[in-house]
T-cell receptor, first 113, second 111 residues
Framework: GAGVSQSPSNKVTEKGKDVELRCDPISGHTALYWYRQSLGQGLEFLIYFQGNSAPDKSGLPSDRFSAERTGGSVSTLTIQRTQQEDSAVYLC???????????FGPGTRLTVL | DAKTTQPTSMDCAEGRAANLPCNHSTISGNEYVYWYRQIHSQGPQYIIHGLKNNETNEMASLIITEDRKSSTLILPHATLRDTAVYYCIVRGYNYGQNFVFGPGTRLSVLP
């Protein structure tokens, strides 16, 4: 595809369940970012991958959050034991390389009941 | 902590130029000014970026003051589809993480 894609577009889950969110970056982009955006708020950085380097996890809010990027392409953000405060839109972005402009996917809207 | 300050909201008449200001008084020499926008229910969209020279592309113009402490994004002929939240972001070229989005400016283009 031409842009960043994310799946699912919407996810409703019960408190305490685990969820996995997927991001397919633009082909050839070596940098990949995860953000989240709570209702009416700005974007909050979560984690960043660049090539084969160790990811920058400094934005992950708790150890219930983890992410991996397989083969330098697709990334999965996992939230374990979801809480209601995890409800947000989770956005993925990719860029050609570190420091280049980022292109965002449409996001996954997560609702934790 | 966002390094930029922007007005919370602005209105603009359709067909007129929309001028969105941004203050970044603590910007350092190797930091660029980026603008993104987010239309309701969509992911952020890159608009333009610059270092110290004014920049123009098919979407907008970016005017950066000589001291680089502020900038203005100009949409020359705003349309209803330009209604969005506009984010001004300052970040260095040598690191891509921690891309800090503040609350942005909610631009409403009015018919």
């Amino acid at each position: 595809g031409a842009g960043v894609s994310q799946s699912p577009s919407n996810k409703v889950t019960e408190k305490g369940k685990d969820v996995e969110l997927r991001c397919d970056p633009i082909s050839g982009h070596t940098a990949l970012y995860w953000y989240r955006q709570s209702l009416g708020q700005g974007l909050e950085f979560l984690i960043y991958f660049q090539g084969n380097s160790a990811p920058d996890k400094s934005g992950l809010p708790s150890d219930r959050f983890s992410a991996e990027r397989t083969g330098g392409s697709v990334s999965t953000l996992t939230i374990q034991r979801t809480q209601q405060e995890d409800s947000a839109v989770y956005l993925c972005a990719s860029s050609l390389a570190k420091g280049w402009e980022q292109f965002f996917g449409p996001g996954t809207r997560l609702t934790v009941l | 902590d966002a390094k930029t300050t922007q007005p919370t909201s602005m209105d603009c008449a359709e067909g007129r130029a929309a001028n969105l200001p941004c203050n970044h008084s603590t910007i350092s020499g190797n930091e660029y000014v980026y603008w993104y926008r987010q239309i309701h229910s969509q992911g952020p969209q890159y608009i333009i970026h610059g270092l110290k020279n004014n920049e123009t592309n098919e979407m907008a113009s970016l005017i950066i003051t000589e001291d680089r402490k502020s900038s203005t994004l100009i949409l020359p002929h705003a349309t209803l589809r330009d209604t969005a939240v506009y984010y001004c972001i300052v970040r260095g070229y040598n690191y891509g993480q921690n891309f800090v989005f503040g609350p942005g400016t909610r631009l409403s283009v009015l018919p």
